[in-house]
């Protein structure tokens, strides 16, 4: 299939629409790094993200968040129900001619069986207690892990030759924001950075802008964390080659196709 | 998102505050039951909080990965229970009108009015077949082959209306943005 007539299928891909062939066709097509429709499908992802945004709100349940909150520290410790299980039922004595005996009997097995059920469900919490530390560190271990493949793939990046280092300085909308972009033409590749952004009010998002030949060719959007810290890949354009600034906006969420608003940085070949 | 991976509950509340209204209403809206609607927002904040660390912002902002699952799921529990209903355009449906109650903006969302009137006012300036092909693709989950069978039209036609639908959409939204 021609060029033309697989990137017109880029928003039905983006929309989830694409079935048979064509989507085995085009998503061989997108294998192969194709930039133009990695751009388009994500044009068209933030539209189709947008969908929902039309819809009118549905009242929830007031105990929503706390039900889920209560069943976060639930997430490990399945243990609790086969706790329960394990209990024997009581025999009734049902042999005895003593009419007491079977009453006694069970009264003092239902004594018996609320101080063990009490000790079985303190001993629970403290596993679901231990289960949600656990599960807190492997969360931590993801987060290092993922830190340190990024940090890996930076350096390895950083290593090949023909990678340009461009510093970004923040303008007198966020003097004390900074920035870096490590880019190489050869590798149609590029890593940018930010530090000490201000955060982003909600429904607005920071874009990275490539100015090439006069022109800002939008390079992606990016979040940034509480300390202001942003990180963004962006697949370099063949454009790219001619780039003489970069440039960061505060844009509309999920970006727009022309800078419209502040920025917040800027760096200069 | 970066506390949120690091396991930090209160973050992950404030998060929760900020998008669960969003994923409920798409969630409602697919399943057409609120209590269903509610068990898929459960699942989707579950696997947020398990799935944190995984998170890259470079692939989208946190709101449309939100979404993304949040659809996923309820198409997933849609399919399960095999009950297809007919499309209604956004904000027609009677029965879900019942439960669609316009309430003040959520806490963390204050811009979320502006946000629904600029796509329902974009989604207003589609023609109606594009819209309801969308639609049938967002809200089912259904392929483009799937609605050309539904409503008995040609495969062409489907694509068509899906592709200039969409199109116009994120122009609309482009210049409603930009505004």
């Given at each position: 299939m021609r060029h033309e007539k697989l990137s017109e299928l880029c928003s039905i891909y983006a929309l989830g629409a694409l079935d048979g062939e064509e989507l085995r066709e085009f998503e061989a097509h997108l294998?192969?790094?194709?930039?133009?429709?990695?751009?388009?499908?994500?044009?068209?992802?933030q539209t189709v993200a947008a969908i929902p945004e039309a819809l009118a709100n549905v009242r929830p349940s007031a105990d929503l968040k706390d039900r889920l909150m209560a069943r976060l520290?639930?997430?490990?410790?399945?243990?609790?129900?086969?706790?329960?299980l394990a209990a024997k039922p009581m025999s009734s004595g049902s042999g005895s001619k003593r009419s007491w005996f079977p009453w006694a009997c069970a009264v003092a097995a239902g004594l018996a069986l609320t101080v063990s059920l009490t000790r079985v469900s303190s001993l629970n919490r403290g596993l679901a207690e231990q289960q949600?530390?656990?599960?807190?560190?492997?969360?931590?271990?993801k987060t290092l892990q993922r830190l340190l493949s990024d940090e890996k793939e930076v350096t390895q990046f950083i290593a090949k030759p023909g990678v340009r280092v461009t510093p970004l300085a923040g303008t007198d909308k966020s003097p004390q924001a900074a920035g870096q972009i490590l880019w190489s033409a050869q590798e149609k590749k590029a890593l940018f950075y930010a530090s000490k952004?201000?955060?982003?009010?909600?429904?607005?998002?920071?874009?990275?802008?490539?100015?090439?030949?006069?022109?800002p060719i939008d390079a992606g959007i990016f979040p940034v964390d509480t300390q202001g810290n942003g990180f963004l890949k962006v697949p370099l354009l063949a454009q790219a080659d001619k780039a003489q600034k970069f440039a960061v906006t505060l844009e509309p969420a999920g970006g727009v196709p022309q800078p419209t608003g502040a920025m917040h940085l800027l760096g200069s070949l | 998102m970066r506390k949120v991976a690091l396991g930090d509950r209160s973050a992950f509340g404030q998060l929760f505050d900020r998008y669960s209204q969003l994923a409920l209403?798409?969630?409602?809206?697919?399943?057409?039951?609120?209590?269903?609607?509610?068990?898929?927002?459960?699942?989707?904040?579950?696997?947020?909080w398990r799935d944190a660390s995984s998170y890259r912002q470079e692939r989208g902002n946190v709101s449309t990965w939100i979404v993304a699952i949040a659809r996923s799921?309820?198409?997933?529990?849609?399919?399960?229970?095999?009950a297809r209903r007919v499309l209604d355009p956004v904000g027609d449906n009677e029965e879900m009108q019942?439960?669609?109650?316009?309430?003040?903006?959520?806490?963390?969302?204050?811009?979320?009015?502006?946000?629904?009137?600029?796509?329902?006012?974009?989604?207003?300036?589609?023609?109606?077949?594009?819209?309801v092909a969308i639609e049938m693709a967002y809200y089912e989950g259904m392929s483009?082959?799937?609605?050309?069978?539904?409503?008995?039209?040609?495969?062409?036609?489907?694509?068509?209306?899906?592709?200039?639908?969409?199109l116009k959409l994120k122009q609309s939204l482009s210049s409603g943005a930009g505004n």
């Open positions: 294998e192969t790094g194709c930039p133009l429709c990695g751009q388009q499908i994500q044009e068209y992802s520290g639930q997430e490990g410790p399945r243990g609790v129900v086969d706790f329960k949600e530390k656990l599960n807190q560190q492997l969360q931590q271990l952004l201000p955060l982003a009010p909600e429904g607005k998002t920071y874009q990275l802008w490539i100015i090439a030949d006069n022109k | 209403n798409l969630a409602a809206r697919v399943l057409n039951e609120r209590q269903e609607a509610e068990d898929v927002v459960q699942e989707v904040f579950l696997q947020v799921r309820a198409i997933d529990k849609l399919r399960s229970r095999k019942d439960v669609a109650e316009k309430l003040p903006d959520p806490a963390g969302r204050p811009d979320n009015l502006d946000n629904q009137l600029l796509v329902r006012k974009a989604f207003g300036s589609l023609a109606v077949d594009q819209r483009q082959s799937e609605i050309a069978e539904a409503l008995r039209e040609p495969l062409g036609t489907i694509k068509t209306r899906i592709r200039s639908g969409l």
